[in-house]
């Protein structure tokens, strides 16, 4: 009897090994990432931007303008899930437009009047996210700082563009957007970046830390990838700007003491020199 016992003690535990094994490897592989592609649109006045178009009653003196370049980089593109979770896109590493967590936006062709543009264009972030219902986004503007010090004639896409690009001390160009006018045929422009980088007085030298690094971010609670775009409006970004009036540098170039530069840097919901925004005027969603 006692061996007998044994013996059913023996295959009674072997059982429940094989069970506790095959429960084991019933695993559920979990849903595959799914691809993202997220849409921004340039605008002036609520139309089209176009190389070589003119758009009339710009800025509080309604003046008509000429834009000759629409370009800017956005970084750590979010989607944001109705329970308030995040998932950062992973971009593609497409090796023209998209690097690490960056991307740039370009909206000129290079033709007319875009002399210092390119005839690529590209007007969308792709990636991918976990699968999941997402009803919200979130960018920043700008260039990472981890990034944003560089040798520009060695660095690799998006960031090998001059135009883009000020010194190793400075940075980039986070935002590049110029127009003409009859009452400034020179030009007007607006170039957002990184400004009191120290060490400074060397523009060959990397900066370590900028006191003003003018990275805007933008949240939008409603946001749709699937059928939504992001609308960039430099007609909205420049409505409290006169910009028949230059006062130090042409139009806003991000630097201090420049009174062409408050209501620039308040839409885009920057704080400068004082002057504090009341919200951006500058992304909208559609």
């Not at 690009?165 to 957007?177: A, D, E, Q, V």
Request: charged share 15%.
């Amino acid at each position: 009897m006692l061996a007998f016992n044994h013996a059913g003690r023996g295959l009674a535990l072997a059982v429940a090994v094989a069970a506790v094994a095959a429960c084991g490897d019933d695993t559920t592989e979990p849903p595959a990432p799914i691809a993202v592609t997220v849409d921004f649109a340039a605008l002036v006045n609520g139309a089209a931007f176009t190389c070589g178009n003119t758009y009339a009653s710009v800025g509080t003196a309604g003046t008509t303008i000429t834009p000759v370049d629409y370009r800017f980089y956005v970084h750590d593109v979010t989607l944001i899930a109705a329970d308030g979770s995040e998932e950062v896109m992973d971009l593609d590493q497409d090796g023209t437009w998209q690097r690490e967590n960056l991307a740039l936006l370009d909206f000129e062709n290079g033709s007319g009047p875009c002399v210092n543009g390119t005839s690529a264009m590209n007007t969308t972030v792709r990636g991918s996210v976990p699968a999941g219902t997402y009803t919200g986004l979130r960018f920043t503007l700008g260039v990472p700082e981890d990034m944003n010090h560089a040798d520009q004639t060695t660095a690799a896409a998006p960031l090998d563009l001059t135009a883009l690009f000020w010194s190793w001390n400075g940075g980039y160009k986070f935002l590049r957007i110029d127009h003409t006018s009859d009452a400034q045929p020179e030009g007007w422009f607006v170039h957002l970046g990184s400004t009191g980088c120290t060490p400074s007085g060397d523009p060959t030298v990397p900066a370590t830390s900028c006191s003003n690094p003018h990275r805007p971010t933008f949240e939008f609670s409603s946001f749709d990838w699937r059928t939504d775009e992001v609308v960039a409006d430099y007609g909205a970004l420049l409505a409290d700007s006169d910009v028949t009036q230059n006062s130090a540098a042409k139009g806003c170039q991000s630097f201090p003491n420049d009174p062409e530069c408050h209501d620039v840097m308040n839409n885009f919901g920057l704080a400068y020199e004082g002057s504090q925004p009341s919200g951006q005027t500058f992304f909208s969603v559609r």
